[in-house]
């Protein structure tokens, strides 16, 4: 039950749309906004190196993804759209990984 109630609440989150499309980004937090996916590269070597494959190319897209996406910010743009996924898969295989393994703790504690 509480599996169908999260999942719908994730499926709604990534597919209903807001009425942020006018809202107008200054350049200056376009590219500080950019720049904020670079600490993630530390968590793809760790991820890499600890044999989590599955996220650490979700990580490596999202990556490479998040910062095209507010660089040249669009709201509901196909970058948009996809940023929003990769986040979203990520906290999901997170989630599953910490429920289903017992030393998903120490795999958090390690990174």
Same mark, same amino acid.
Do not use: R
């Given at each position: 039950?509480?599996?169908? =109630?999260?999942?719908? &609440?994730?499926?709604?989150?990534?597919? !209903?749309? /807001? !009425?942020? /499309? /006018?809202?107008?980004?200054?350049? +200056?937090? &376009? $590219?500080? @906004?950019?720049?904020?996916?670079?600490?993630?590269?530390?968590?793809?070597? &760790?991820?890499?190196? =600890?044999?989590?494959?599955?996220? =650490?190319? %979700?990580? !490596? +897209?999202? *990556?490479? #993804? =998040?910062? @095209?996406?507010?660089?040249?910010?669009?709201? /509901?743009?196909?970058?948009? &759209?996809?940023? +929003?996924?990769?986040?979203?898969? *990520? $906290?999901?295989? @997170?989630?599953?990984?910490?429920? *289903?393994?017992?030393?998903?703790?120490?795999?958090? %504690?390690? #990174?």
């Amino acid at each position: 039950m509480i599996f169908k =109630s999260l999942f719908y &609440k994730l499926v709604k989150l990534l597919f !209903t749309t /807001n !009425t942020y /499309n /006018n809202y107008i980004v200054p350049q +200056k937090n &376009k $590219y500080i @906004l950019s720049l904020a996916s670079i600490w993630i590269l530390p968590l793809i070597y &760790k991820t890499y190196i =600890s044999n989590h494959l599955i996220l =650490s190319v %979700i990580l !490596t +897209k999202l *990556c490479i #993804i =998040s910062p @095209l996406f507010w660089y040249n910010y669009k709201h /509901n743009s196909l970058l948009h &759209k996809i940023d +929003k996924y990769l986040a979203i898969s *990520c $906290y999901i295989y @997170l989630f599953i990984f910490f429920y *289903c393994n017992s030393s998903g703790l120490f795999f958090i %504690i390690y #990174i």
